[in-house]
């Protein structure tokens, strides 16, 4: 099968597909199994035709009204499918709206962790000063951690859309995929500064939040230069968070794009 053709057999999938209002990664499921669905008619369709024409003709009227078959496919969506176009976003987003979401997603695990300690913990009882600043100091030094996650986050996803070599690097597995996002300079860049900010972030929350009575005793200095690797090592955590987190959004938004260009008519 030509170029060609299957542009045209795509064209036949997106025509349905298209309209349904559905998250990115449903839709490139539906995309797919069409796709093969279409390809495997127009196989047989060219087996007793044996003309490429005639067979895309044939197969475009075996696939049926585009618009009969968004409407089925658009009632195969789930309701649970609108949380999840929240949480994948829309592939051409801006910025700040992918940062706007990101730091929505963050606060809300950090307020349902709040809730379930507050539960656990008996919320209808009398709480004294120290366990209320025990429970909320996390809340209030969790907020720049969000903020500096999700600069993050732009970072390595503005820099792996750049990389398109990578589009398909994490189903060779994530060992070869780290290997490949590093040895590309702009996610190289911005795993290194996106580390250390984190970990420099880290670093000064803990300062602040262990701030001694008397500043830079030598039981302070001590503590804090103890608290380097771990504090290393939840920055190393925030660059893979990353990784896992864009990775994926980058390639739905690739696969967005390129059916997003094809010549696709509305249904009729």
């Known amino acids: 099968m030509n170029e060609s053709t299957l542009t045209q057999l795509k064209i036949i999938v997106e025509r349905a597909v298209r309209p349904v209002r559905a998250s990115t990664s449903r839709k490139w499921k539906m995309r797919e199994e069409l796709l093969a669905h279409v390809s495997g008619t127009f196989e047989d369709e060219l087996a007793h035709l044996l003309d490429e024409r005639a067979a895309l003709e044939r197969t475009r009227v075996r696939f049926g009204n585009p618009t009969e078959v968004m409407s089925e496919l658009q009632d ?6 609108r949380l999840w ?24 695990v950090g307020l349902a962790i709040f809730g379930a300690v507050l539960i ?5 009882r009398a709480w004294s000063y120290a366990e209320l600043i025990a ?3 996390p809340l209030v030094f969790g907020l720049p951690v969000f903020v500096g996650l999700t600069l993050f986050f732009c970072a390595m996803e503005k820099a792996l859309r750049e990389a398109r070599h990578l589009t398909a690097a994490p189903r060779a597995g994530w060992k070869k995929s780290l290997v490949s996002a590093w040895s590309t300079p702009t996610v190289r860049r911005a795993m290194i500064v996106g580390g250390a900010g984190q970990f420099l972030l880290f670093m000064a929350i803990y300062i602040a939040a262990n701030w001694p009575a008397r500043p830079w005793v030598k039981d302070h200095v001590i503590s804090i230069v103890d608290t380097v690797p771990a504090m290393a090592f939840k920055a190393g955590l925030c660059v893979f968070a990353g990784l896992v987190f864009v990775w994926p959004a980058v390639e739905r938004r690739r696969h967005h794009e390129e059916w997003s260009r094809l010549p696709v008519e509305p249904a009729s």
């Open 76 to 81: 195969s969506v789930p309701v649970s499918d």
């Open 85 to 108: 176009r929240f949480w994948e976003g829309r592939p051409g987003e801006s910025t700040p709206r992918f940062a706007l979401r990101c730091v929505s997603m963050q606060a809300a």
């Open 120 to 124: 656990a913990s008996g919320w209808d």
């Open 135 to 137: 429970v909320c100091s």
